[in-house]
């Protein structure tokens, strides 16, 4: 018979202690608190980064203008003496559906009729056509208040900035259709949802200069050309950029005659 095996478990009451083990021990949990730290650091910077790179993206892509219709005014002498161009187009604009507030001051309007370009900032703007560290590029004689004599100087007066120049090549007048919250103003012309704004760009011919009236707008003291010639079949391109947001684009081409009317429908 076999002997019986008797079986021993080895209890081993060893183990690391000392001075050298609390300063692993330390040491590990410093490492760990660093690196939680340099985690949490991080993680804060990218979330405030993401934040405002989501704030700028939606501002991109939801502040935009929408030109629901253009029509074109013709100079004038009398009811039957009308010019042959398009001396005055009236944009009707409004906010496109989730679009934030649009400041009209800081918008860019760019006009061409396949010859002549125009960049047009609002006549109010003191900045864009101002001398170097001055405020003084706002039209001259500028109304904080009349959207008619803004329309008239627009048509008829020059401006002295950092140069001398026209004002119907370099800047474009507002005036309000709808307003539910007052906000809007010619001092302050911003566009909330729901307001709807009349946007004026001098189209005057060289060979309009001449007229006494544009739609109801007194004239006679002369026209200033704006170096666009909007005659029948013009190919007409108008791209509206806002300070942020996508641009607005509106094509249209003239009609092949405009007959015997002042007022011509152009756009949509």
Known sequence: MKANKILFMKTDTNAQVGIGT????????LVAAVAAAVLIQTSGTLQQKAQSTGKQ??????????????????????????????????????????????????????ITDGTTANNLVYAGNQKSYASVGASDGAMDNFNSTSASVNLQKLLTASTVASSTFDNSDHYFTVDKIRDEDASFSQSNPVMNTGD????????????????????????????????????????????????????TNADFVTPSSYGVKETVQLYP
């Open 22 to 29: 609390l300063i692993i021990f330390i040491a590990m949990v």
């Open 57 to 110: 993206a939606t501002q991109e892509v939801s502040s935009n203008l929408i030109v629901k219709n253009i029509e074109g005014v013709r100079a004038k002498n009398s009811a039957v003496a009308l010019s042959s161009t398009i001396d005055l187009l009236r944009l009707k604009v409004g906010l496109n559906v989730g679009s934030q507030s649009v400041d009209v001051n800081q918008v860019v309007i760019s």
């Open 196 to 247: 709807l704004i009349n946007v004026y760009i001098a189209t005057t011919a060289s060979t309009a200069t001449g007229y006494a009236n544009v739609g109801t707008t007194d004239t006679s003291s002369g026209l200033k050309a704006s170096g666009l010639n909007l005659v029948p079949r013009t190919v007409v391109n108008i791209i509206l950029t806002p300070e942020s947001g996508v641009v």
